[in-house]
């Protein structure tokens, strides 16, 4: 199952100096609620992706802590302000800890 | 006879009474399940992240009016701020008052974000209004809520 699990970002990768890049990611994951039933009646365990990260060249742009509420599939999109080249790190972890990362270059004219 | 004959009566009676409250405790269990979180609970999730009174301001919330499927609704949220180090938000915790659980998300900022929006997707399993708070770097917070109706609730059963 988790094989499956893979982000998603787009990115703009040209930029000008200072402007706000719009990020959009989404996690193939099945952010299983914990809520749900299967059907022997027995609720199937939690299993969500409950954290996300997003760096810039090492420095910290913004992160997310996600409850049981966002979809399957979480779709995120935010901001980040581009002074230099760099690379965007974006990390996800899962309640198993289990996590994933994705790097993309974003160059500054 | 008679007498043994009416009190077998009077036994089922009582027990197809005593299986009916049953039923109803039973239901009133899972009504009382299904509608966990509260305004209240709400209120309660987000004053553990926002200490303070919220004023009404600066954060919106764009989500549809009516939303056919709870199970992904989109939403976006976000809060009007210049994000230079002197002033950014710091934090932005959203809610959903009708969920099994209040909570929905929360996101921290730094000023390297330029903009304080997010956009997710939320489920939503019944109508019912969304709550998100947002924290300044100075610590002042503020607050905003919206209500959407939810046609098919997505929480799963």
New interface residues.
Partial sequence: MSEDIKPRVRVQTKAKKGE?VEV?TLVTHPME?G???NADGKLIPRLIVSAFDAT?NG??????????????N????????VDESGTLKLTWTDDNKQSWTSETKIEVA | MTHSRSSTLGRRAALARAGGYGLAAIAGVLAARDAAATPDSARDWLSVFAKGSPQSGKVSIKAPEIAENG???PVTVSVESE?TEKSYVKALHVA?DG???P?????????????A????????SQTQKLVAVAEMNDGALFVVSREVKVTIG????
């Fill in positions: 706000l959009k609620s809520q749900r039933k810039y420095k910290q742009v913004m992160s997310a802590k996600l409850e049981p509420a966002v979809s399957t979480p779709y995120l999109s935010f901001f980040v302000r | 199970n992904a609704v994000m959903a969920n099994p659980n909570g929905v998300a929360s996101y921290s900022f730094t000023p390297l974000a330029g903009k929006e997010v956009q997710l997707r939320v489920r939503l997505g929480c799963g059963g």
